[in-house]
Nanobody
């Protein structure tokens, strides 16, 4: 059974940084992706970033490139999302998810079948 546990959320002032962690276990795909998604109140869930297990290739939402960085520590089975220069509009629940690598639409939530419970990120102005 795939388990994903997010941590690292919290309250931060605009311009600050946070690093989210996603502890991953139980993934059996030979080649898979771990993605970060977020959902703000009243808005649809959106893909933030993902990383491919086999070669570490990374993908980002265009609007977040340059501020967010995804990385993985295979020894710790953990994927990180470093978020810098945070803005109030980054306020959301952030989820990590796992799914087989399909090679298309890497930030589509439909590609991910296992989800964590999320961690709240609140950015104050």
């Amino acid at each position: 059974e795939v388990q994903l546990v997010e941590s690292g959320g919290g309250l931060v002032q605009a311009g600050g940084s946070l690093r989210l962690s996603c502890a991953v276990s139980g993934v059996t795909f030979d080649d898979y992706a771990i993605g970060w998604f977020r959902q703000a109140p009243g808005k649809e869930r959106e893909g933030v970033s993902c990383i491919r297990s086999s070669d570490g290739s990374t993908y980002y939402a265009d609007s977040l490139k340059g501020r967010f960085t995804i990385s993985s520590d295979n020894a710790k089975n953990t994927v990180y999302l470093q978020m810098n220069s945070l803005k109030p509009e980054d306020t959301a629940i952030y989820y990590c998810a796992a799914g087989p690598w399909l090679g298309y639409y890497p930030l589509s939530s439909f590609n991910f079948g296992s989800w964590g419970r999320g961690t709240q990120v609140t950015v104050s102005s």
